[in-house]
């Protein structure tokens, strides 16, 4: 099994460097930490009053990872989950938030395993996710990583200033996927004929 740290450097490594993509809802990101994360934690990094672009820009690698590691799954408690869901989670957790936990949590009440879909992990959603794991220890993390998946294509649906995220320019798989799908094992991986299809309404 992955060390968390291990975990951290795979998603700065998945999230990239520097950008400032003002179709972004977090706005300028470096290494996968937003400006707004940034100023929450007061993270004025080039001590001149105030946390801007600038420190943003200057934030180095290994401080994302600390970040990542005590704000995105220690404090949300990911580690109170069953490991073999952890990583997808906490990936996910630093890529949207909340949405991480509450697609968790929708998915185990449909399992069976009803929980409150409030995007914090207490003991009625580490409970429920041990108790289906152990039900479906084979199924459970793709599963999560395919409602993951469609979660993303259904906020391109709502949202066409994030389909760039979801298809690439040439129609290919964009980013969002690909990430989700890194958590799936390749047999549930959508075809690109699939991918297009799913797309299809965006044109």
């Not at 450097?9 to 707004?36: K, L, S």
């Not at 991480?100 to 449909?110: D, G």
Request: charged residues 30%; neutral net charge; hydrophobic residues 40%.
């Amino acid at each position: 099994m992955l060390t968390v740290h291990k975990i951290a450097e795979d998603i700065v490594a998945r999230e990239g460097g520097f950008v400032n993509d003002p179709d972004d809802p977090g706005g300028a990101t470096n290494h996968g930490v937003t400006i707004h994360t940034m100023r929450n934690l007061g993270l004025d990094i080039d001590r001149d009053g105030d946390v801007d672009v600038a420190d943003v820009r200057a934030l180095p690698r290994g401080k994302a990872v600390e970040i990542f590691i005590d704000h995105y799954f220690r404090r949300v408690r990911v580690d109170a989950l069953p490991e073999p869901l952890q990583a997808s989670v906490f990936d996910m957790q630093v890529n949207s938030g909340t949405n991480a936990v509450r697609i968790l949590q929708r998915l185990l009440t449909q399992m069976g395993y009803a929980c409150a879909a409030d995007g914090a992990i207490g003991p009625q959603t580490a409970t429920a996710a041990r108790r289906a794991i152990a039900e479906a220890p084979d199924h459970l993390v793709d599963a999560y990583g395919i409602a993951r998946r469609n979660w993303y294509y259904a906020l391109a649906d709502r949202r066409p200033s994030s389909r760039k995220y979801a298809r690439r320019r040439d129609g290919g798989k964009g980013g969002w996927i690909t990430r989700a799908e890194e958590f799936i094992s390749p047999r549930y991986h959508l075809s690109d004929a699939d991918h297009r299809r799913r797309c299809a309404a965006w044109d």
